[in-house]
Every structure is written in structure tokens, then in C-alpha cells.
């Protein structure tokens, strides 16, 4: 019966070291964080673990490593972690792959403590196995806290630490107090589970910070939590209530304005009470209260701290200066205001002006808008401010331009003059003869072009307008290729033409069915060329192309002739085949020799061979007219 009483006893008794501190914490005197972005430790020092270190990845069985992420390890039977325990920016953490055998795997020593001192031991332990992978061993740590001679002030068993749904960070600590005479100890982990399958964890934020009685600090009223204005502000009174525990206890007051990063000593606010002035600048202000024992009041170890009393000031960001602005008549001013999406915004100006919004636009400006404009800037706790804007109205420019619009042919030019400033800037720079003239002369070369100018006064007004120009290219005329066709034959001409014209006709028009079709048909009686012209809207110039016609008479060929010198049938003349331009004659005497040739054929046979007469008789001819028709044969007579 006793021995169960003696384990009933233990365990409740590690129960309670177990518990976190109920009362209040002093800042911690050691924390080990395994660094972050801006401070790397990794490796640890040597002697701390037995475990192996690699640099980065997934530590296998018996090894470590210091790490800010963990991805994708052993097919994803780990849960990845994105951050650390505290989400500090590249928070580290160590992570652990147990070895095979239980041991001791985190040995350090601690100095700074205060001796006859409370501290919170604490540490935040997760199991990193994923919850579909359970069913290996689960991470079992002891915690010990001894004196450098081995004796243990205290010590804490998680028990097996079960694989969770997500992720889980949980802390485990518990209370030691060492003697009076102890500023040093040893902080000893000891894994109590084998490794190889499971056993996998991850350790953040092993921490030591004094534990006392609760020290509550508030603002008359009871709270701990002030927003106000700064302009608002009022002398606050800070109270702290203490409770029992401490012998002989000192206070003294404390301020950080970096959100508690850093704390300074308030001179002089060594009571429970303080009372804060107002202060001159904006900002969170934090205000804590620490208690020690009056035999270690020169040691922060070994005090413990109030919950922090924020004082919020508040002052809208806004310009202290006046705005000066011009505006012009007929043209529209921003007034612009410090924007911030939680002001509410009232403005009033001259010429009855009102409007709520951040930064309002007056339109067509005239003189009587000249004058001062406040705007009234207010939050959702009643902070104000207010901003001037000064407007200096001045004459306006009116800009215009003549011709708006107009049309021009291609290739030629178009006048632009503008009028209503003092000094002018013609937008684009291309085709245009200058740029900083009144009056100018462009070439327009795209079809539709826009022309703007920016008019500007001797006031530094500016105002701008534009012209149109539209531009009609030359039509592009293709009157067909050209034909040959035998005399009395029709001919179709198909012209094309491409781009806008006002109008097209063939000419000549004699022989033409319809001249002033684009496809028509012409009965010439001889080669003619024809031209197919297109007009050109707006009276732009005409385009013209031709097609040549080849007309092919026919052939009269005599059967003889008598070049005797008389002047009639001298010679030997085949009316028609000139118009053959591939033609040949060949004519032979009767012993088959040849006696006239001529390619092409252009005049007639006047009855000689190499300028000698031939004889009376009848001589053998072959007509080649080419272009594929068939020879002609036959003979001719010569007669004197």
C-alpha cells in the first residue's frame, strides 16, 4: 500500500512542477530560439548534442539540423512546416530524427540566474509525423534541471507525445527554484523512446524567465488599453496591484516605444503608481511595472514584470504647410489633401465650395473660385487636423485650330493654323514642316491622321485641341495584259482598280460597247492601245494604264505581178502580213533555190536575187505568219 501511495505521489507531484507560471513573468534570462533571418546558429556548440548535424534536408535516424522550413520529407510522413514556433521572420527550430537508442541528446549549461529565485523552465515541442503515418514510436522527453554537481532542482516527462491532425506546437514546463547561492545549472533533455520508425520531433523557444505573484498594472478606470488624440491627451494615472510574496519588494517603471522589443527605465517612477504626461509625439507607448526582491534589484534577472499598459497617441498625418496652386479659367484643378482610407474629409471654399472626399476636383474654373479652401480631416476617435490649399485663378487659354477637318490628296499638303496662346507645340513631329509656329503646313502619311497642338499663355496656362486630316491615296489602275486578236474579232478588256475613285473610263471610245465599265468589249480594226483611267474623289489627280491590242488583218496575197518599172505591180506586196510580227516569206525558183527571204515581213518582192533580175516564170513561195497558224503555200507569177 505504501509503494503505490509513493507512486501516486510522484506523479502528482510532476503534475504540478508541470504547471506554467499562474503569476507573473519576469523578461527571460536565457531563450534559446536557434536564431532567425538576421542571427544563424548552426551548427550547436560542441558537447551540447550527440546527434549529427547536416546543413539542410531531412535528418535521418540520429541526426539534426537547425531550420526555418521543412518540406516534402520522407514522402511527405513528415508535415511540412513553413515557420517556427513564433512565426518570427526566418524563425529557426531544431529538428530531430531520434537515435535508434534513448539517451541524453541536449546537454547546455545556463549561467545569469539569481539564486532563491523562482524561474518557469519552458519549451515547445511538436511531433512532426504526419497523423497518416502513426504507428511508430512517439517522441517521450525528460526535462531536467540540475546544479553543475549533478543534483536535480527539478524535472518534467511529456509522456509520449502523440502524432496530432496538423501540425501542433505545445509547451512543456515546469517551476524550480534554485538555492541562493546558484547562478549556474545544467539543462539536460533525455529522449526516452527508441528511434527508427517515428520518433521524429522538433524543438523551438527553450526559455528560463522569473515567476512571482501576480502584478496587475492599470489606468484610472480599470483598463490597461488608451487610444486618444494627441492633441487630446490628458495626465494618465497607472496603478499596480501586487500580490503576496515578495519579503522586501523595490518597483520601478518601464517604457518602450519599439512595441516592447526594448524597455528603459523610467527615472524616478520607483512606486506602485505613476502618473504619465502628455507626450509630444505620436506613437505606442508601453508601459510596464518590475518587482524584484530589494537584495537583487540590480539584477533584471531576477525580476518579474506587470502586463503592459499601451498608451495609442494618435495624430492624423497631415501637411502643416499651405498649398499654393494657380488654376486657369475654363480648365478643372485637383485639390489635393494627405490621404489616409480611415479620414473622413470636409472641405468649404470660396464660391460656396464644398465636398467630402480626399482630393475633389473643381471644374470650369472661373474667377470668383480664387481664394483659400480648408479641408477638415477627422477619424472614427475624433482626431482632426486641418489643411489649406491657396487658389490663384488666372486667365485661361482657349485653344482652336482651323481647319477641324479636312481632306487632302495624296502627296499633297494641308494648312493648320491655331490661335489662343502665346506659345504653341504641334504633337506628332511627323510631316510637319515646324513645330512651335501658329501656323503650319503638314503631309499627311497614313490615311487619317489627328494633329493636335498644346497652347500655352504668358500665365503658364495651357490648353490643347485638335484637327483631322484625312488623306485619299491614288487608286492603283491594272487596265489587263495585253492581247492579239484577228481583224473583225471582239476582244473583252477587264481592268481592276484597286483604293476609292470617283469615276473610270476607257479611251478611245470608238468600237467600245461600254466605256466606261471596268470589264467591256471593244471591236478594233487595227492594233490599238487603249487607257483605262480612274478620277480620284475630291478632284485628286487621275491614274491611267494601258493595255495594247494587236490586231491581225488579213492576208491578201497576189498571184503575180510585173516589176517592170511602170509603176504597177512592180513588186510583190502581201497586204496584211506586216501586222504578224513573227511573219516570214520565203520564195523559190524552180530549181528549188532560194531566191527572196525576209523575217519579219515588211515590205513587198520587187522580182530580183542579189540585185540581179530573174526571169519570166513562176516561182514557189512559203508565208510563215507564226503565233500558231498554219503555213501558206502556193506560186506567183512573174511577168515583165
Known amino acids: 500500500m505504501k509503494k503505490y501511495f509513493f507512486i501516486l505521489s510522484l506523479f502528482i507531484s510532476q503534475l504540478i512542477q508541470a504547471q506554467l507560471c499562474n503569476g507573473s513573468l519576469g523578461d527571460p534570462v536565457v531563450n534559446i530560439t536557434f536564431g532567425n533571418k538576421q542571427n544563424t546558429i548552426a551548427p550547436l556548440k560542441a558537447g551540447i548534442t550527440n546527434l549529427q548535424y547536416i546543413a539542410s534536408g531531412c535528418p535521418n535516424d540520429g541526426y539534426y539540423t537547425i531550420a526555418s522550413t ?54 515547445w515541442v511538436t511531433n512532426v509525423v504526419n497523423s497518416n503515418n502513426s504507428g511508430g514510436s512517439k517522441p517521450n522527453l525528460t526535462f ?59 524543438i523551438d523557444d527553450i526559455t528560463f524567465r522569473p515567476c512571482g505573484p501576480t502584478i496587475t498594472g492599470s489606468v484610472q478606470g480599470g483598463s490597461d488599453e488608451i487610444t486618444t488624440c494627441i492633441d487630446q491627451q490628458i495626465p494618465y494615472s497607472f496603478r499596480t496591484s501586487v500580490d503576496s ?45 518590475l518587482v524584484g526582491e530589494r537584495t537583487n534589484s540590480s539584477n533584471k534577472n531576477c525580476q518579474i514584470s506587470s502586463n503592459k499598459i499601451s498608451i495609442n497617441v494618435i495624430e492624423i498625418p497631415s501637411r502643416n504647410e499651405v498649398v499654393f496652386l494657380q488654376g486657369c479659367t475654363g480648365s ?13 474629409y470636409l472641405w468649404s471654399g470660396p464660391n460656396n465650395f464644398t465636398a467630402n472626399t480626399c482630393n475633389p476636383l473643381i471644374t470650369n ?5 480664387s481664394g483659400i479652401y480648408n479641408v477638415f480631416l477627422s477619424n472614427n476617435i475624433g482626431c482632426t487636423a486641418t489643411e489649406t490649399i491657396h487658389l490663384k485663378v488666372v486667365e485661361g487659354v482657349k485653344a482652336m485650330i482651323y481647319p477641324t477637318f479636312s481632306v ?12 489662343g496662346g502665346s506659345s504653341f507645340n504641334w504633337y506628332p513631329q511627323l510631316g510637319i514642316n515646324t513645330f512651335t509656329l501658329p501656323d503650319i503646313v503638314v503631309t499627311p502619311i497614313i490615311d487619317t491622321s489627328i494633329y493636335w497642338v498644346v497652347i500655352k499663355n504668358n500665365a503658364g496656362c495651357t490648353d490643347s485641341t485638335y484637327a483631322t486630316i484625312i488623306r485619299i491615296k491614288h487608286p492603283t489602275v491594272d487596265a489587263g495584259t495585253n492581247q492579239t486578236i484577228m481583224q473583225g474579232n471582239a476582244v473583252s478588256l477587264s481592268g481592276n482598280i484597286t483604293g476609292i475613285y470617283a469615276n ?25 492601245m487603249y487607257y483605262l483611267t480612274a478620277n480620284g474623289l475630291n478632284n485628286c489627280p487621275s491614274v491611267l494604264d494601258s493595255v495594247l491590242i494587236n490586231v491581225l488583218l488579213l492576208i491578201n496575197i497576189p498571184n503575180a505581178f510585173s516589176p517592170n518599172g511602170d509603176g504597177i505591180n512592180d513588186t510583190w506586196t502581201i497586204s496584211g502580213l506586216e501586222t504578224y510580227p513573227h511573219s516570214s516569206v520565203l520564195v523559190f525558183n524552180r530549181y528549188g533555190q532560194q531566191v527572196f527571204y525576209q523575217k519579219p515581213y515588211s ?14 516564170g513562176a516561182y514557189y513561195y512559203i508565208i510563215e505568219r507564226g503565233e500558231g497558224y498554219a503555213s501558206l503555200k502556193g506560186t506567183v507569177l512573174l511577168l515583165r
Open 70 to 123: 521543412s518540406y516534402n520529407c520522407f514522402g511527405s510522413s513528415w508535415y511540412n512546416i513553413n515557420r517556427d514556433h513564433t512565426g518570427d521572420i526566418g524563425g529557426r527550430f531544431m529538428l530531430i530524427n531520434a537515435s535508434y537508442n534513448p539517451n541524453d541528446f541536449y546537454i547546455d549549461t545556463v549561467n545569469g540566474l539569481c539564486g532563491n529565485t523562482t524561474y518557469e523552465f519552458g519549451a
Open 144 to 202: 531536467k534541471i540540475e546544479t553543475i554537481t549533478g543534483i536535480v532542482l527539478g524535472k518534467y516527462n511529456t509522456g509520449s507525445i502523440n502524432e496530432e491532425n496538423s501540425l501542433t506546437w505545445k509547451q512543456y514546463g515546469f517551476f524550480f527554484k534554485p538555492a541562493i547561492s546558484t547562478s549556474k545549472i545544467v539543462l539536460r533533455i533525455t529522449n526516452n523512446a527508441p528511434g527508427g520508425i517515428g520518433n521524429d520531433l522538433a
Open 245 to 289: 510574496g515578495f519579503l522586501d519588494p523595490v518597483f520601478q517603471w518601464q517604457l518602450s516605444v519599439d512595441s516592447g522589443k526594448i524597455w528603459t527605465d523610467i527615472s524616478g517612477a520607483i512606486s506602485t503608481s505613476y502618473t504619465r504626461m502628455p507626450s509630444l509625439k505620436s506613437g505606442l507607448y508601453l508601459y510596464r511595472m
Open 332 to 344: 478643372k484643378t485637383e485639390l489635393t489633401s494627405t490621404y489616409n482610407s480611415d479620414l473622413n
Open 365 to 369: 474654373i472661373q474667377f470668383p473660385d
Open 408 to 419: 487632302v490628296c495624296e502627296n499633297e499638303t494641308a494648312e493648320l493654323k491655331a490661335t
Open 504 to 528: 473610270c473610263f476607257w479611251n478611245p471610245v470608238v468600237g467600245i460597247t461600254n466605256p466606261y465599265n471596268l470589264s467591256t468589249t471593244a471591236f478594233p480594226n487595227k492594233t490599238t
Open 603 to 616: 515590205k513587198g518582192w520587187d522580182g530580183s536575187f542579189k540585185a540581179n533580175q530573174l526571169p519570166v
